[in-house]
């Protein structure tokens, strides 16, 4: 296997974090419903890879976002196989970085031990639905190519003598 093709689901997922970062709040504002999850105070889609806060959340807030974000390049990268694979990496690494990021929040929310668990919970299903609906797109990129594809070992039959 070549090194650009072990890299590209990495790249899909880091552009889907750039963009996530980039166009999360615009895309926000357009379609309402998407606002639910932030509303509550969960981690809304994937985490977002920024330079600056956005709106009027803290520093710490975006420092967490953007290391979610390489968390979950990470995941993929490290991810070796094929489509579903990939897409399982993205959803495994979605769902720890929307983890890491209901941590932060409850913590500079200082919520109770009720509110604790119910941010976890949240978090955990909005990683999952995240992973589910964004995961394919890496997974994609981890399909063999074609001279991988006639590379491939093929699962032959030994013909009988």
Do not use: I
């Not at 489509?83 to 919520?111: E, I, K, P, Y």
Request: net charge positive.
């Amino acid at each position: 296997m070549s090194v650009a093709r072990n890299s590209l689901p990495a790249a899909v997922a880091l552009v889907l974090v750039v963009a996530s970062g980039l166009f999360g709040g615009a895309l926000v504002t357009r379609v309402g419903y998407l606002a639910v999850p932030a509303a509550l105070g969960l981690p809304l889609g994937p985490p977002g890879l920024r330079l600056v806060p956005l709106g009027e959340t803290t520093w710490t807030v975006t420092l967490t976002d953007s290391a979610a974000a390489l968390v979950l390049v990470a995941v993929v990268a490290l991810a070796r196989g094929g489509f579903w694979r990939t897409w399982g990496a993205f959803l495994a690494g979605a769902v720890l970085a929307d983890l890491l990021r209901a941590v932060v929040l409850t913590q500079t929310a200082s919520v109770g031990l009720g509110a604790y668990a119910g941010f976890l919970a949240g978090a955990l299903v909005t990683g999952l639905v995240g992973g589910v609906a964004l995961g394919w797109l890496p997974g994609l990129a981890a399909l063999p190519r074609g001279n991988d594809r006639a590379r491939a070992p093929r699962d032959t039959v030994p013909e009988s003598v």
